[in-house]
């Protein structure tokens, strides 16, 4: 009894903790530095819990929890990604006067959502995991409560998010009307076995969970909402969003990829492929003519989930370890790269464009370095973290017999090149504008720049040592 | 012993630059300096590689082997022979001049440009001792970065047209290679249970993937070869590039970054998909013709000095890729001798491009004449580059030139004379342009009076234009030493493609040693 709780400890720590937190802050207003403290803190014990309970695999709680494992890993990222949104938020939200207690505690509950939904052996584990971090979200896009475009995103998150909750519900409800279980394993175990006991109901539950979960990750064709929500969002929820919360909505497919689905039929995978596919191109060509840092950002976000979902097409070992390699290196370079936008957009005062970022490189070399740096590896340059990803991807899509999907990954990843290799051009090939905004170099507070070095020191390791996390990676799945 | 000096020669440069990057960027002359002289020390350590690597073997040799990505089996393995040997001295006989010609000349921002070159040194060093897939792919990659910024910053009006033109155009054809090295991994998984991107055994393996398959891979590494040689119709963003890039950009461009494409043509083409190879010969040479007299013919009209020798890069790397495709011993001897030379006197005439602009600020040819009379020794040197480019006998160019035209006789893939014959009156296209221009440039009246107080070459420029000479004369003269080095493998390689011309041998050998596992039982 006791050890499902120890193998369980990064999820129940933080939902413990969230809860307390919640209920400190009703009791104590303006506990501002008191939150931001314990949240870290809970947070960083959590990514020592899941370093510690990788290698305890199994099943916990009468077989509605996986424990260990992949899980732990997931875990760590989202961790990670907490801790360097936490540490990037709080000079950003001070900045605007805009600091209060929920801010942090939000980010705690959307952190074990996030965990929940990594670790379900179980449909309704799936879908309470899910709520949890869209509740969050939801408020946490509309933080800055005085601003229309934080309002507008919060109220289409929360309008399209809920439609597509209605679709996640119903899809669960039909695969438990057909085949009896919420369990993966045993919904698995009936369609293989043939004991299902309405056949037809079937394909429709799990077309209706693809959508509802595909909306999440926002793949193509339900994608929309993805660019104006991250657009007008505070810019750190943004790198949470769109790092941490689609890899949280990407291992919800992971227990369905490797159980449910090859029992179900092979013209899943086709479906996928072509979502893929689709994602990838969209993503990539709409990225291209946005004038809008933030903007270009969450359309090449859109095309990262395409990206990770070449992974999910692939369906083997290699592709699911490839989506996870990728969804920890995704967040490392994005998270970084929004964290550099949070800062700029201090000196900005409205969203931040292109031009800029001109001249950034004399202004603030450290910063347009890290910048730079970032976009090289969303681009997939070598040595960064993105290269291997994505050489991963492609390795495991060539491997299940789609190359042509890795080829496609390949025109998206020309085409991304373009503007991420803009980014560098406004801020070290252009000068900077006369009417360009304080043109003297601000400070930049010390806790601002942990998240961006230790993102950049990760995207680096990850691209140059790959096999800390690969090797770690491929031994789970055994 | 040896292997570990390959080892310092390929990571003395950039670790000097990981070092450079921690000093402040007010203390020039440090960056400067420091710069040179670790370029100068990558070339003294390199020069014994020439005797370390035996070169009656055509195998590589001091190699070096570690893991690095097991479950991919990408490994950090990296070895020389005869051919890789000689563009890995090119390399570092360039760096040290590239920047000894920086020096003073590059003006803004000088901290990170020195980072830059010794970054690009190792890169370009990796690319030609990686023994690795996976290896190769990251060096090749790297390189563009540092090139796309010194295009970039420190270029000329429109550098961030060329440099974004540049950039683009290689990362298109290179993503194309990723999949086919991809492809070749998972190959080599199905057929020996293993992935992997080491190219020794890839070699082995390659030549019998079905010849259908065979045509979209060698076709994917052709392409991003193409674009970095640059094969007419590939070639347009070479022009913009070099125009744009600064004097040793250029010079590092032409000497060195060209040569990457043709000996990833050799290396990896001819020895991956000899089969394919031979279909394609034809295609490739009349290409390559067409790249000759294009080139040639586009120099001619040029205002532009720096255009003018762009183009020309374009007419003579069209003779190393008809030398490649001739498949043929001297053929093939000929395109590595070939791209050494040009890189050697391409180098040059970008450098004495350099010198003229430096004084003038304008690379106009009409706005030069009779400089020859202010500048009598720079027109000497001048003088030598240029020859040693048109091709005259005596200097490095015509050597080059000579065997890859005689491959192209006596090629039996490519079965006619007609390349070499057409080719052959490329040679004539140069001395035209490049006679013309050096008439207009040198020689006549000093017509415009900005010209008449020209100073003569500095004693900076004659440290970096003289090393080259000796060159240029010592492989016209002499080139026994150079060739003599890529022989062996030059051989090994014509002696594959031979091999596998033989369509009866093919089947039977295909039968021989592949499990029956094919490409339509894949998963």
Partial sequence: MMHEWLQASPLVLLSIAAVVALIVDALTPHSERYTYRFSLAALIAAAAAAIATIPFGGIAFGSMIRTGGVSSVFDLVFAIGGILTLIAARPYIAARNFEHDEFYTLVLYSAAGMMLIAHAQNLLITFIGIEVMSLSFYVLAGYFRQTVSSIESALKYFLLGAFATGFLVFGIALVYGASGSFDFSAIAGAISKGTLHFPRLLPIGIALVIVGLGFKVAVFPFHQWAPDVYDGAPTVVTGFMSTAGKAAALSAFLPLVSSVFPAAADNVRTVLALSAAATILIGNVAAVVQQRLKRMLAYSSVAHAGYMFIGLVAGNMRGLTAVVFYAAAYLFMQLGAFAIVAILERDVERSLQLEDCRGLSARHPMLAALMALFMFSLAGIPPMAGFFGKYYLFAAAIESGYTWLAIVGVIGSMISVYYYIGVVVFMYFKDAAETAVSSEPEQIERAARVPLIVSAAFVLLLGIVPTVLESWLANLWK | ?523
Avoid at chain 2, 198 to 224: N, T
Avoid at chain 2, 499 to 509: E, G, I, L, M, N
Wanted: net charge neutral; proline share 5%; glycine share 8%.
């Fill in chain 2, 1 to 523: 012993m040896a292997s570990s000096l390959l080892l310092v020669v390929l990571f003395l440069p950039l670790v000097v630059a990981l070092i450079l990057l921690g000093i402040r960027s007010e203390r020039v002359g440090v960056h400067r300096w420091v710069s040179l002289a670790t370029a100068l020390v990558t070339f003294v350590l390199s020069v014994p590689l020439y005797w370390f690597v035996d070169h009656g073997r055509s195998d590589f040799q001091l190699l070096t082997s570690a893991r690095w990505i097991p479950s991919l089996d990408a490994g950090f393995r990296i070895g020389l022979d005869g051919m890789s040997l000689l563009l890995v001295l090119l390399t570092t006989f360039t760096m040290p001049i590239a920047i000894g010609a920086s020096i003073g000349v590059v003006t803004k921002r000088e901290k990170e440009y020195y980072v830059m070159m010794l970054l690009l040194e190792t890169a370009m060093i990796g690319v030609f001792v990686a023994l690795d897939m996976f290896l190769f792919y990251v060096f090749w990659e790297l390189i563009l970065i540092p090139m796309y910024f010194i295009i970039g910053i420190w270029g000329g009006q429109d550098r961030i047209y060329a440099a974004v033109k540049f950039f683009l155009y290689t990362v298109v054809g290179s993503l194309l290679m990723l999949v086919a090295i991809v492809w070749l991994g998972w190959y080599a998984q199905t057929m020996t249970g293993h992935f992997t991107t080491d190219f020794v055994k890839l070699r082995e393996l390659a030549p019998h993937i079905p010849l259908d398959v065979q045509r979209w891979l060698f076709a994917a590494f052709a392409l991003s070869f193409a674009i970095k040689v640059p094969i007419f119709p590939l070639h347009t963003w070479l022009p913009d590039a070099h125009v744009q890039a600064p004097t040793a950009g250029s010079v590092i461009l032409a000497g060195i970054l060209l040569k990457l494409g043709t000996y990833g043509l050799i290396r990896f083409n001819l020895d991956f998909f000899p089969q394919s190879a031979i279909e394609y010969a034809p295609v490739l040479a009349v290409l390559a013709v067409i790249g000759i007299i294009y080139g040639a013919l586009v120099a001619m009209v040029q205002p532009d000095m720096k255009k003018l020798v762009a183009y020309s890069s374009v007419s003579h790397l069209g003779f190393v890729v008809l030398g490649i495709a001739s498949m043929t011993h001297e053929g093939i001897q000929g395109a590595v001798i070939q791209m050494v030379n040009h890189g050697l006197s391409t180098g040059m005439l970008f450098l004495c491009v350099g010198v003229l602009y430096e004084r003038r600020h304008t690379r106009d040819i009409a706005e030069y004449g009779g400089v020859a009379s202010v500048m009598p020794r720079f027109a000497v040197l001048f003088a030598l580059a240029m020859l040693a480019s048109v091709g005259l006998p005596g200097l490095n160019g015509f050597v080059g030139e000579f065997l890859t035209l005689i491959g192209g006789f006596r090629s039996p893939y490519l079965n006619t004379w007609a390349y070499s014959v057409v080719a052959a009156s490329g040679v004539i296209f140069a001395a035209v342009y490049l006679l013309w221009m050096f008439q207009r440039v040198m020689y006549g009246k000093l017509a415009n009076p900005a010209n008449e107080s020209l100073p003569d070459v500095s004693r900076q420029e004659l440290w970096t234009l003289v090393p080259i000479v000796v060159f240029l004369v010592w492989i016209g003269v002499y080139p026994r030493p150079f060739l003599q080095a890529s022989a062996a493998s030059s051989r090994a390689t014509v002696e594959k493609v031979l091999y596998y011309s033989v369509p009866q041998k093919v089947a039977h050998d295909h039968r021989q040693r592949i499990p029956v596992t094919t490409i339509s039982e894949r998963p």
